[in-house]
């Protein structure tokens, strides 16, 4: 169980990492151009909502650890939704 609530706080800790890698001036701008391109609603999963891409990429945690998986997703979707909330409050950014 405390496995799970770790593991939940370093995944959210890395989709974090990914959301400001794709930030302007940063090493995954460009895939962060080629997504807001897409005309696909898929590109959400793939990296502009950080909250759906920690929750989809996140059900690899499933097959590791299957009876704490609600502990490993609660813990990360509650600090990525925090996280969005806040960059949206700050800087004033519009999802």
């Not at 930030?23 to 909250?51: A, H, Q, R």
């Not at 009876?67 to 950014?93: A, P, Q």
């Amino acid at each position: 169980m405390i496995q799970a609530f770790i593991y939940g706080l370093v995944w959210a800790g890395m989709v974090m990492l990914f959301d400001y890698c794709m930030w302007e001036g940063n090493i995954f701008s460009w895939y962060y151009d080629l997504l807001k391109k897409s005309k696909y609603k898929i590109t959400k999963m793939l990296g502009l909502c950080c909250v759906c891409f920690g929750f989809w990429f996140g059900l690899l945690y499933n097959m590791i650890d299957y009876k704490h998986y609600f502990v490993f997703v609660g813990i990360s979707e509650m600090i990525l939704i925090f996280y969005t909330l806040t960059k949206l409050f700050l800087n004033k950014e519009k999802l």
